[in-house]
């Protein structure tokens, strides 16, 4: 099992930064792969950026240049910097977390990024 918690969350305006975390408990060892998603309403939740824990980093071509993810060495946290934020990345963040074993993926509870213009 593995539990995760996101934070960081909150209103910025336009061309600000925010940093989103997300501590994962449990059974970290078994985490593999930690990535960001965000949703927006009427909207599939898509991918923001993703990390593995050999360090390959992916990123939606929306947010490439501007958000940056990184870890801790034990993948137990996972942190997603985002900079010069735009209005159209106002959406839930969800941390999400790939293990090596059944369920395979959990999610956290999210957090609202919110960017005005």
């Known amino acids: 099992q593995v539990q995760l918690v996101e934070s960081g969350g909150g209103l910025v305006q336009a061309g600000g930064s925010l940093r989103l975390s997300c501590a994962a408990s449990g059974r970290v060892f078994s985490i593999n792969v930690m990535g960001w998603y965000r949703q927006v309403p009427g909207k599939q939740r898509e991918l923001v950026a993703q990390i593995t824990s050999g360090d390959v980093t992916n990123y939606a071509d929306s947010v490439k240049g501007r958000f940056t993810i990184s870890r801790s060495n034990a993948m137990n946290t996972v942190f997603l910097q985002m900079n010069s934020l735009k209005p159209e990345d106002t959406a839930v963040y969800y941390c999400?977390?790939?293990?090596?074993?059944?369920?395979?993926?959990?999610w956290g509870q999210g957090t609202q990024v919110t960017v005005s213009s």
């Open positions: 999400r977390a790939q293990t090596s074993q059944y369920p395979y993926v959990y």
